[in-house]
């Protein structure tokens, strides 16, 4: 089983920067890590979630909603089994709950939302204006 552990969030005022880390323990074989998508996603109250960045399969191609784009990017450190988001420019409509989330990519679905199975606990993420 693997495990998703995330870390970084908290309060910060509107033009600030935050980053966030995912930390990756538990059954990640060899070539987990070529096989996995990752990604990024937020929820506020009362809105759907949102999946705001996306790395795929041994970083190949890195994808982010418009919502974050050029403001946001998302990194994977293999060797330290670590996520990342690195967030600036926030605005108060970044305000959320942060998870991250594995899943095996594959031909149909790629690594779109049905991909993701494995789940962190979240961060919160809360920017002031």
């Known amino acids: 089983q693997v495990r998703l552990v995330e870390s970084g969030g908290g309060s910060v005022q509107a033009g600030g920067s935050l980053r966030l880390s995912c930390a990756i323990s538990?059954?990640?074989?060899?070539?987990?890590?070529?096989?996995?998508?990752m990604a990024w996603f937020r929820q506020a109250p009362g809105k759907e979630r949102e999946r705001v960045a996306t790395?795929?399969?041994?970083?190949?191609?890195?994808v982010y909603s418009d919502s974050v784009k050029g403001r946001f990017t998302i990194s994977r450190d293999n060797a330290q089994n670590t996520l990342y988001l690195q967030m600036t420019g926030l605005k108060p409509e970044d305000t959320a709950m942060y998870y991250c989330?594995?899943?095996?990519?594959?031909?149909?679905?790629?690594?779109?939302?049905?991909?993701?199975?494995?789940w962190g606990q979240g961060t919160q993420v809360t920017v002031s204006s």
């Open positions: 989330a594995a899943g095996r990519f594959s031909i149909g679905v790629s690594c779109l939302p049905p991909a993701y199975n494995v």
């Open positions: 538990g059954n990640t074989y060899s070539s987990w890590y070529s096989t996995y998508c």
């Open positions: 790395i795929y399969p041994s970083g190949s191609n890195t």
